[in-house]
């Protein structure tokens, strides 16, 4: 017996330091074996408490995969994918599957696009949501994109409401309601390219934001039906909100060019909060885009917003959205990681091909008790990031 002992004791000791060296597994090792399952397994229940703070009840939290910026490493967003299945309740990518920069790189763009969509039909088992990128946008007319990803999306997401489906915009919403989790769910897609085909690359420049009169009169009057509906509600687009005069990762401050306000769908969902009136005209700097809003929120239902995701600048952390000037919203920004880019990201993580480097994405459970988030990161990371975020965090949504 004791030599039994002896003999399973030494071959922990020489098992552990290997896996414990995690340059040295796989992304498969890492994603689906030892390191990250018991924690996001862990993760994905909550609890509520009585009055005495005694255990009440277990709950299973909404959960999310983010992932963004593929740029054509689609084996790694099949991996992703792969991941999700079994894991949570929807897959999210805040877009940038294309490598497009010039308008003629329109057919290259659908090509990438269809590769990257192709994958998603291949391999998807869940609800898919997906918002453009600037470089998937790049020479391709509303309808080609369209086409392109919303279609795919509409396929895994049969529910979701199109903002415009005649126009082929491709802002929406998809609701998540009366499902294995605690709470209910909006949430809803933006597009910052919301401008008509021709002007890109144009007048505006490759990496502008813009919003039509249409979908921000859209975006209150879905914001406020989730609201009186009691829904905790998510917004995902490519970019985060943030001054972009000068791109700063340690603020998200993205380095786009905002033609209205960069700040004013965080207006919106801060007069709605707060339940004020919003009245004031957001002027389009190339002056084809105004926006006016003169609303009244005081009468209001209350709104529960748990968190803005992100990509673009490549970098997973969490960041209160605020303006340069020290105004803060009480609005979370969840970013994520380049899933596909080579070489040293922003987060300054070497991504190498077939090794625990070569992936970058997160799994999101939403805790509606504990107004929190709570993350593990798979794949590319720091130890500690620009927010000094390590791999799992609990992140609470509610500041004010």
Not at 70 to 93: D, F, S, T
Request: charged content about 25%.
């Amino acid at each position: 017996m004791k030599n039994k002992i002896f003999a399973l004791v030494f071959m922990l000791i020489c098992i552990l330091p290997a896996a414990a060296q995690e340059q040295h597994l796989t992304n498969r090792q890492i994603n689906e074996n030892i390191l990250f399952a018991p924690e996001h397994e862990a993760y994905r229940y909550g609890r509520k408490t009585d009055e005495n703070g005694v255990g009440k009840a277990w709950f299973h939290r909404f959960g999310i995969l983010h992932i963004s910026d593929v740029h054509q490493r689609n084996e790694n967003l099949q991996e992703a994918i792969e991941v999700a299945a079994g894991r949570v309740h929807a897959v999210l990518n805040t877009g940038d599957d294309a490598n497009g920069v010039h308008a003629t790189d329109a057919e290259t763009v659908k090509r990438e696009l269809s590769a990257s969509t192709g994958t998603v039909a291949a391999y998807g088992s869940l609800p898919y949501l997906q918002v453009p990128g600037n470089h998937d946008v790049t020479g391709l007319t509303k309808k080609e994109y369209f086409d392109l990803v919303c279609t795919t999306v509409g396929r895994f997401s049969p529910s979701v409401v199109w903002g415009d489906r005649e126009g082929y915009r491709t802002y929406g919403y998809i609701d998540f309601t009366d499902g294995p989790y605690e709470g209910d769910f909006r949430i809803i897609m933006l597009d910052p390219f919301d401008y008509d085909d021709g002007l890109f690359g144009g007048t505006y420049k490759f990496i502008s934001a813009v919003f039509s009169q249409k979908q921000t009169d859209w975006l209150i009057d879905v914001l406020l039906d989730a609201a009186s509906k009691g829904l905790n509600v998510i917004t995902m687009m490519h970019y985060s909100f943030g001054d972009s005069t000068v791109f700063n990762e340690e603020t998200a401050n993205p380095d786009a060019t905002f033609c209205q306000d960069p700040f004013m769908i965080p207006d919106i969902i801060d007069a709605i909060q707060k339940k004020t009136c919003l009245r004031r005209e957001y002027d389009d700097i190339k002056g084809i885009s105004n926006v006016r809003i003169d609303r009244d929120f005081t009468d209001a239902p209350d709104l529960e917003f748990v968190a803005h995701l992100f990509g673009h600048i490549h970098s997973r952390n969490n960041y209160r959205c605020q303006r340069a000037d020290g105004k803060k919203y009480d609005i979370l920004m969840l970013g994520e990681s380049a899933l596909g880019i080579p070489g040293t990201a922003l987060n300054k993580k070497h991504m190498e091909r077939g090794t625990i480097t070569g992936i970058a994405f997160s799994a999101l459970e939403i805790d509606v008790v504990e107004k929190a988030v709570y993350r593990v990161a798979y794949g590319a990371y720091r130890n500690h990031d620009k927010t000094d975020s390590p791999r799992t965090m609990k992140i609470p949504y509610r500041f004010d």
